[in-house]
């Protein structure tokens, strides 16, 4: 049935479902847009609407895709800069006790952090040092440290630079009793890890029946105790002001003795893997321990009589040498120029030497043990082996000017602060075999420091030791060479005269029952 509709609804009727069309871009038809138009021109009722017909157009289309929280806002800011003012944030901030103790009382505690900000400015007078926002922030984050450790004493030992991150280092020790506890922690964690191992090597055992060889490798150096030798001090490491400090585990003689032969920069990642000919036997974090070790123990020094020897240890210690000292109640200083004068002879180092073998202290690797022996004839039998000659190196508080050179560079270089006011200089020491190293002194102060990426001076370009020679093959000899097949001839021949061999033997035998019988 068709309607009764006038040209002029028909057209109407045309034109909105033209305007009620879609755009295929934004989906919008534009009979809808203008309703909300001019639904807006009425709500706000805008002067001269007109002349801002299209700005509203335009902010009622934006508003329909724009969401309803600003999404700059919003978003969290994950740079560098902002995470690294994150996490020194808490450097700034002032403890509850810090405040309590000032209004408390006039009673001034003892506390091991060091004045970092007035040593700095002694190395910053002969041009050396970190600038003074990094020396502040260090400052704060050794501040952190006593805080958080029983610390009797805490030094900035200095900052190694790595590839991706540099490290820096504080030199501690532990108030009397209080590492203990610690290293008993540690000792049952090392104790339950030994035991898993023994019964997982027993379970082996039982099972593996195949024989073991003869050979026993050469026995292992251990490691010197806590306080004493490589691991007189403790170390922590931080790769920013602000983030955790780590503890560095104590360092093994093998340890030393592989970092003497390789040269690998350093990563800043403790957990980094050390690839390397002859193969390092621990992480980044065993070859920094090891460098570090090395480097006290080469450019550790002191003015002259600063330190003593304790008169009642000099007694115990007439046997073995000496490696405790304390400092000289009577020192009164040495004059800035002649701390500087070239023949050294005013500067001792204070750190223990390490031997070739690793450790400051030599051990003799042939000892016998009960287990070697089982009775009294096999030891005399067996040859015992040539005693090795014991490692001799220089004693504690001998004087830099004995150094070694290497191929005429000296081993150290003595300056003055500033040449132009000599009267207000101070002596400062450069190490040439570890760059990086310094020291300064001045009446009755003095520091060392380390800013350098951990390596040792070497006059050539550093090469790779040469891996083992290749193995000679087993000498060759008629047991081991093989024969070849005989022919067919040569075994009828071999049969034939084995034949033989067998009736003339079983001839023997009867005629020597005959005789048996007639006797």
Known sequence: MALNVTPKEQEFTNAKSYLLTASTNSNINLYDHLSRVLTKVLDERPVNVVDVFEDISKNVKKSKFSPDFDTILNKVDKTTEVALAESQKSLFERNQDEGEHEGGGEDEVETPLPNLPELMNYFEQGGVGISREETIRIFLALKQLVDNYPLQTCRFWGKILGTEKNYIVAEVEYREGEEEEEEEEEHDGDEDMEKDEEEGEGEEHEEDDTPKPDFKPPPVIPKEDNHTGANKKLFFVCNEPGKAWTKLPPVTPAQIVCARQIKKFFTGRLDAPIISYPPFPGNEINYLRAQIARISAGTQISPLGFYQFDEEEEEEEEEGARDTFIENPDYEG?????????????????????????????????????????????????????????????????????????????????????????????????????????????EKKFENVYIGSGHKYLPDNYSPPPPPPVEEEFPSGPEITEAEDPTPEEEAALRAAQREAMEAAEDLEDVEEDDDDDE
């Open 334 to 442: 040495i004059p800035v120029k002649d701390l500087v004068d070239p023949s050294l002879a005013n500067w001792v180092h204070h750190a223990q030497h390490i031997l070739p073998q690793g450790r400051c202290s030599w051990f003799n690797p042939i000892q016998p043990q009960e287990d070697d022996f089982e009775d009294e004839e096999d030891e005399e039998e067996r040859e015992e082996p040539d005693e090795p000659e014991p490692e001799v190196g220089p004693p504690v508080l001998t004087p830099i000017s004995e150094d070694v050179e290497i191929e005429s560079t000296p081993p150290w270089t003595a300056r003055l602060s500033s040449t132009l006011v000599p009267q207000y200089a101070i002596a400062m020491m450069q190490s040439n075999l570890w760059p990086g190293a310094y020291a300064f002194g001045t």
